[in-house]
């Protein structure tokens, strides 16, 4: 199983990135997939997560409206579109994978497998 992360890198706040994670290894329609983050000194938390289906989807409040998570199950593939970034954004991004078929996005809570990060950075 894998789920590797890319697109991370230095950008300047107001700027924007895409991260993606690649998923293999496992039957990628079975599961949601969330994006969560660690700045330095600070726990893990979460940002967004999609449904299996890729129809619903939940952030939590701080990227509202700025980021935006989708997926292309024919590719095994979630992305996580971030606008408007602030410094505040700065952590390294995490995919993880949390089997259910829910129809409704929540909170990711106790995921399957985990990715390696990626390291997101925004100068002020």
């Known amino acids: 199983v894998q789920l590797v992360e890319s697109g991370g890198d230095l950008v300047q706040a107001g700027g924007s990135l895409r991260l993606s994670c690649a998923a293999s290894g496992f039957t990628f329609d079975d599961y949601a997939i969330g994006w969560f983050r660690q700045a330095p000194g600070k726990e893990r938390e979460f940002v967004a997560a999609?449904?299996?289906?890729?129809?619903?989807?939940y952030y939590v409040d701080s990227v509202k409206g700025r980021f935006t998570i989708s997926r292309d199950n024919g590719k095994n593939t979630v992305y996580l579109q971030m606008n408007s970034l602030k410094p505040g954004d700065t952590a390294v991004y995490y995919c993880a994978a949390k089997r259910g078929i829910l129809q409704v996005a929540v909170r990711l809570v106790d995921p399957n497998y985990w990715g390696q990060g990626t390291q997101v950075t925004v100068s002020s």
């Open positions: 999609i449904t299996w289906s890729g129809g619903s989807t």
